[in-house]
T-cell receptor
Framework: GAGVSQTPSNKVTEKGKYVELRCDPI?????LYWYRQSLGQGPEFLIY????????DSGLPNDRFFAVRPEGSVSTLKIQRTERGDSAVYLC????????????FGEGSRLTVL | QKEVEQNSGPLSVPEGAIASLNCTYS??????FFWYRQYSGKSPELIMS????GDKEDGRFTAQLNKASQYVSLLIRDSQPSDSATYLC??????????FGQGTELSVKP
């Protein structure tokens, strides 16, 4: 596709439920990043992939959060047992390689946990 | 100490003035530095990248990098109301991880 695509754009769920957020990067971009952004804050790094493998997952807040990228393209961020504090905009970005720093962002998935 | 620090603002400048945005970072071996602009309700978009000490100019924007002082800045000349946004400083480490500051909100008054 022409840009980074994220679905859903908006997700409302109840505390304790399981959520999946999907990201389809720019074609040919090998690096894929996930960030979380709360109101008034900068994007908070969660994880990034180089190809199929997680190159750095140091930002995942706890074991309720998990991300995969099985074929080196589309990625899914999975959140188990959601909590109200998980409410935020989840941003996905891709870049040609991790060494070439320009990241191109999707429009984000807004998650609201009631 | 935060890895990337910015003043949150808001920074208010009159139309036509120079806006100066500053950022410091803690990882001395960082290699790549970026400024992103984020309009309210939108995603960040890249406006400048800089990799070596000194100045880099692109139109009305100038990025400045001083690795010895671990300092990055962005100057916006002839500021326009359309420049009103949050400006995010981002620093990439050798492993490829890109860390953002909290952003500085800029308001350009007509």
């Amino acid at each position: 596709g022409a840009g980074v695509s994220q679905t859903p754009s908006n997700k409302v769920t109840e505390k304790g439920k399981y959520v999946e957020l999907r990201c389809d990067p720019i074609s040919g971009h090998t690096a894929l990043y996930w960030y979380r952004q709360s109101l008034g804050q900068g994007p908070e790094f969660l994880i990034y992939f180089q190809g199929t493998g997680a190159a750095d997952d140091s930002g995942l807040p706890n074991d309720r959060f998990f991300a995969v990228r099985p074929e080196g393209s589309v990625s899914t961020l999975k959140i188990q047992r959601t909590e109200r504090g998980d409410s935020a905009v989840y941003l996905c970005a891709s870049s040609l390689t991790p060494l070439i720093g320009e990241l191109f962002f999707g429009e984000g998935s807004r998650l609201t946990v009631l | 100490q935060k890895e990337v620090e910015q003043n949150s603002g808001p920074l208010s400048v009159p139309e036509g003035a120079i806006a100066s945005l500053n950022c410091t970072y803690s990882d001395r071996v960082s290699q790549s530095f970026f400024w992103y602009r984020q309009y309210s309700g939108k995603s960040p978009e890249l406006i400048m990248s800089i990799y070596s000490n000194g100045d880099k100019e692109d139109g009305r924007f100038t990025a400045q990098l001083n690795k010895a002082s671990q300092y990055v800045s962005l100057l916006i000349r002839d500021s326009q109301p359309s420049d009103s946004a949050t400006y995010l400083c981002a620093v990439k480490n050798q492993g490829g991880k890109l860390i953002f500051g909290q952003g500085t909100e800029l308001s350009v008054k007509p």
